[in-house]
């Protein structure tokens, strides 16, 4: 029987835990976020095509979430650190393919592979609760993972690695 990493509900004094669950698929990646590990969204990206840039999402990882605000989103989200890439953003969209590149976009509901709908209603609280715990002087974290992660021999590494564990 193969195990199945579950994400469950917690809270850790001065930090922010955002997780998204991946399913990778030709078309794009959907996947479900939870902030500190209660279901809050679910997401779109583009599809894996090896990390390249305007091309491929990010790699499964833990990096660093910022506040960031420019002309065109107004207050949006970036994602520090990522290898190879910058301006890494969440950001409204409902189609990956057009509408982003290597981006994040959270979606009320999953419509397609890479598709989704009512971007900006699941984008707004989203970035609200970000915000507030930044102002609160938290640290904000996402972790980004697929099921796949648990597959097959070195389970336990691939885990460490993604989730900054060792």
């Not at 982003?100 to 707004?124: D, H, M, Q, Y």
């Given at each position: 029987?193969?195990?199945?990493f579950?994400?469950?509900?917690?809270?850790?004094?001065?930090?922010?835990?955002?997780?998204i669950?991946?399913?990778?698929?030709?078309?794009?990646?959907?996947g479900?976020?939870?902030?500190n590990?209660?279901?809050?969204?679910?997401?779109?990206?583009?599809?894996?095509?090896?990390?390249?840039?305007?091309?491929?999402?990010?790699?499964?990882?833990t990096?660093?979430?910022?506040?960031?605000?420019?002309?065109?989103?107004?207050?949006?989200?970036?994602?520090?650190?990522?290898?190879?890439?910058?301006?890494?953003?969440?950001?409204p969209?409902?189609?990956?393919?057009?509408?982003?590149?290597?981006?994040?976009a959270?979606?009320?509901?999953?419509?397609?592979?890479?598709?989704?709908?009512?971007?900006?209603?699941?984008?707004e609280?989203?970035?609200?609760?970000?915000?507030?715990?930044?102002?609160?002087?938290?640290?904000?974290?996402?972790?980004?993972?697929?099921?796949?992660?648990?597959?097959?021999?070195?389970?336990?590494?691939?885990?460490?690695?993604?989730?900054?564990?060792?």
């Amino acid at each position: 029987m193969q195990a199945k990493f579950e994400i469950v509900p917690f809270e850790r004094p001065g930090v922010l835990y955002l997780f998204i669950e991946r399913k990778y698929h030709r078309n794009g990646t959907n996947g479900t976020l939870y902030v500190n590990g209660v279901k809050n969204c679910h997401t779109i990206e583009l599809p894996w095509k090896d990390n390249r840039s305007q091309k491929s999402c990010i790699p499964e990882g833990t990096y660093k979430v910022c506040k960031r605000r420019s002309p065109r989103f107004g207050n949006h989200l970036q994602i520090a650190d990522v290898p190879d890439r910058d301006f890494i953003l969440f950001h409204p969209a409902n189609n990956a393919i057009p509408e982003l590149n290597g981006c994040i976009a959270p979606v009320t509901e999953l419509t397609g592979e890479g598709c989704g709908s009512e971007s900006r209603k699941a984008f707004e609280p989203l970035v609200e609760t970000v915000y507030k715990a930044i102002k609160e002087g938290k640290e904000v974290q996402i972790t980004l993972f697929s099921q796949k992660l648990l597959r097959g021999e070195g389970a336990m590494e691939r885990v460490n690695k993604v989730f900054a564990l060792g």
